[in-house]
């Protein structure tokens, strides 16, 4: 089986969600390879799970004001700040039989390939249940997957940089305001590359690469005509709209 | 006719958030299950809302366990970070307060 790697891009928000969705379709249908991509965020964004609610995750006031996005995901789990200066995102497209049918198998084993490129940085990452993996016991990546006629999309972000004061703007805390104290506790909780690894993120995406290539045939590629279209379509009709993001 | 509105958050020990969005009298008559779980197949969640709906709040835990646990083996659904207890938990807790 043959992979196609998309080198990183950078999109808004909408077409980043859109592109993943058009590629899980395209692969449902047999007409997409298998495919890796890493992608960034311009603007920033907060994406949320499929079931949580908007209004209650994120100030969209605030985000409204600092022009950063906001977008539900096709899949579960929660919601992350997606920082353009602070983080690099994957997404795995392939169908369940290459990785895995069972699922709590296929999310160790797509992270075991984030956890090989950290530790080309020398990083000691680990593998924590359900959808995290973590350093010292702080999380470094989170990770979400979604699965349909076959395929698995699985994507999640590695953190570079941590930008807390941001992160807690535009995310909501249950009645807490920001405060040192919260940041602090944050940071107990929460890493990133840039404080285990003297590299920039291009270093952190060249490694990450190496991780997810290693022992696989792939070749360098990009979106088809036929997906970009689709994916605009999904990032117009979908993902920008409030009755996807509001849904809950 | 005036409904009371609850609402609950349940973190799963080891597992994810739920939160219990409702609107009851005698009976659950518009219930919302929210939170950073994963559940697939994802549009399955409608399912086990609307199995829940006509419920009478007074139903026990262990049956609204029941009833979830039901939806979730007939329609092969795969929950993580959270459980058919746990909902049910986080639904008494919503029509309790």
């Known amino acids: ?248 | 006719m005036l409904f009371l509105k609850g609402f609950a958050r349940f973190k799963v020990p080891g597992g994810k958030l739920i939160e219990v969005k409702l609107n009851y009298s005698n009976s659950i008559q518009s219930i919302q299950i929210l939170g950073d779980f994963f559940l697939y197949p994802e549009a399955s969640l409608k399912d086990i809302e609307n199995s829940l709906l006509n419920l009478k709040v007074n139903e026990s835990e262990e049956n609204i366990a029941r009833i979830v646990s039901n939806v979730v083996k007939n329609k092969s659904i795969t929950l993580m970070g959270i459980t058919p207890e746990a909902i049910a938990k986080t639904i008494k807790m919503a029509v309790d307060k």
């Open chain 1, 1 to 248: 089986m043959r992979w196609r790697v998309i080198r990183l891009e950078v999109h808004d928000a909408y077409l980043n969600m859109g592109i993943d969705q058009a590629i899980m379709e395209g692969a449902e249908a047999g007409k997409s390879a298998p495919t890796i991509r890493f992608y960034k965020w311009m603007p920033s964004a907060v994406s949320i799970g499929r079931f949580q609610s908007m209004r209650e995750e994120v100030d969209i006031e605030k985000c409204m004001e600092l022009g950063i996005s906001y977008i539900r995901r096709v899949t579960g789990g929660g919601a992350v700040y997606h920082s353009n200066s602070g983080e690099i995102t994957y997404s795995v497209i392939a169908p369940t039989s290459i990785i895995s049918k069972d699922i709590r198998e296929s999310y160790r084993i797509v992270c075991g390939w984030v956890i090989d490129g950290l530790s080309k940085l020398g990083i000691n990452a680990s593998f924590a249940p359900i959808n995290d993996i973590v350093v010292d016991g702080k999380k470094i990546s989170g990770n979400a997957q979604t699965r349909s006629k076959g395929t698995i999309l699985q994507h999640g972000t590695i953190l570079y940089d941590l930008d807390i004061k941001t992160m807690f703007t535009v995310l909501r805390v249950s009645g807490e305001k920001i405060s040192d104290k919260m940041i602090k506790s944050v940071e107990e909780r929460v890493t990133c590359v840039k404080n285990y690894a003297d590299t920039d993120q291009e270093g952190l995406y060249e490694k990450l690469l190496e991780g997810f290539t290693a022992g696989k045939e792939f070749e360098f590629g990009s979106c088809t005509e036929e997906e970009m279209k689709r994916a605009e379509v999904l990032a117009k009709s979908v993902y920008s709209s409030d009755s996807w993001n509001f849904d809950r």
